[in-house]
């Protein structure tokens, strides 16, 4: 089965015929790329679960609020890629764990960095192109982000908990893990 010692390449470029995408390859992209639009779903579910007046609670008096936590994933999504794609950039906010009270506007922040994510790495993905300054391949940014984003939201959860404000699995469920589960149709 070829040699042992072989190095697996993680910066290989999908199989290419002519310059096009197969079939597979676009239903992998596809598939991924819904696995983000989900995730962004979450995300947005979540802030609006939270009452407006726990946005400003923070887990200890250093801690950001939970508000800050969400401009904080918008942030980080567009640093990364005005960095790995700024063919993609959008205008960065100018502090990263800015206070914007605005759930509306924080809302359409999310959705705005998310597409900013989304068509950097379709985009990188379908023409073969690398990453600028980070990851082997473009969708390790999407996997990035997704873990990043749910280290966030389970601290978001935490915080609101030991502030006596949880989000029960009843409410929470819904919004969150049926998000993730539920079939095309």
């Known amino acids: 089965m070829g040699d042992a010692r072989r190095k697996i390449r993680y910066n290989s470029r999908p199989t290419r015929r002519e310059g096009i995408m197969s079939e597979a390859d676009q239903n992998l992209l596809e598939a991924l790329l819904d696995s983000w639009d989900r995730n962004n779903?979450?995300?947005?579910?979540?802030?609006?679960?939270?009452?407006?007046?726990?946005?400003?609670i923070r887990a200890m008096e250093t801690s950001p609020s939970i508000a800050q936590?969400?401009?904080?994933?918008?942030?980080?999504?567009?640093?990364?890629?005005?960095?790995?794609a700024p063919e993609f950039a959008r205008d960065l906010p100018k502090e990263e764990w800015a206070v914007e009270p605005d759930r509306g506007r924080m809302a359409q922040m999310l959705n705005d960095s998310a597409k900013a994510v989304r068509d950097a790495v379709k985009n990188k993905v379908e023409t073969g192109q690398e990453m600028n300054l980070h990851y082997d391949h473009p969708i390790l940014l999407l996997q990035h982000m997704i873990w990043h984003e749910g280290y966030h939201h389970g601290q978001i959860k935490l915080t609101l908990k030991q502030a006596g404000r949880p989000l029960t699995n009843k409410e929470a469920g819904p919004l969150t893990w049926r998000i993730w589960m539920r079939k095309k149709k």
Not at 41 to 56: F, G, R, Y
Not at 69 to 84: G, K, N, P, W
């Open 69 to 84: 936590l969400f401009t904080h994933i918008h942030y980080v999504r567009l640093i990364f890629v005005s960095e790995d």
């Open 41 to 56: 779903t979450i995300l947005i579910n979540l802030l609006h679960a939270i009452p407006q007046d726990a946005l400003e």
